[in-house]
């Protein structure tokens, strides 16, 4: 018992989640000896489920990745593996008794019905029913610490991730960014991040009051997870304003993507509002780059888009290309809020 305690509380003290994943994960080997460990994080869009083994442990050690950056190369549709589409379906525990006598089990972590981890396990038949049910409250644990995580990171209107995680998404995804460009396996694909902007929301506070404002910034979002990819990070940045941190890709598929949001946008009735329309600048991610560098270039396009017409996208790069915008020096040594 004093074990169990020792762990909660190593795991309660965390506060990123690829860092609760760790502990959980030390947690997990140390009071159940599994065979076998992967925690998963689940991915339910509106095409396929899709999971990403974060952490584990298996013959080959003990692993872990950054589980707020899924990288696309463990990522996989959740059908592949029979035992975790059932788990998803059903939304509670499925287990499958091997040949060896040993069962893999595998535990739902469901937020609004849906499941956003999935934690697998392969145990020996000796196992104890004090274990079992201490293991079933240790997940129960685990699943309640990573709501009230989400809780925090959550903008509370939309859902979708807030400013005050922004900095820190981004930073980690540039410091990956930089350890990648140093080894060799480097792409050309780059990292975007695109700002969205919602055209003239003033008009419609004004004419329909802030109450269906909020709805129309609710309806947005959720249009925002269906045009874009599961791995894609997703932030209110304040007011109508809108960031979206792109999956290594392509100029021409980054723009791919910006479009089909901005004609969903367009083509999607606002409850008593009718139609609304985005307007869209993104850049690429540059090695060197800080929150604000990106943001800078990222809003000039913006800016551009606004002034030419609105409901349009723009790509800071191409503009700087074609000379209808000049690049923008950022000072260094400047402190720079925002």
Sequence with gaps: MLELIRHVVQISA???RTEINSAMVDTLLSLFHPQQLTVFRCYVGNKKAMVFPCAGAGPNGQFLRNAYLPEQRY??????DPLLDRCRKEVSAVIDFLDDGSHRIVFPVVRLDEPVYLIDLTLSEDISADQRVALMGLIE??????????YGEADTLTGLASRKTFDKHLFELLGGKENRRRGAN???ASHWLAVCDIDHFK????NFGHLIGDEVLILLAQEMRHSFRFDDQLFRFGGEEFIALLQPTEEQFAL???ERFRQ???NQLFSRVGHVTVSVGFSALQPNDTPTDVIDRADEALYYAKHHGRNRVECYEKLVAAGEVTVKEIAKGEIELF
């Design 186 to 188: 480097s792409t050309s």
């Design 256 to 258: 791919a993507t910006l």
């Design 264 to 266: 969903n946008v367009e």
């Design 141 to 150: 644990y685990f699943g309640n610490h990573i709501s009230l995580l989400d």
């Design 75 to 80: 990522c996989y549709p959740i059908e592949r």
């Design 14 to 16: 965390r506060r990123d």
């Design 203 to 206: 008009r419609v506070n004004d």
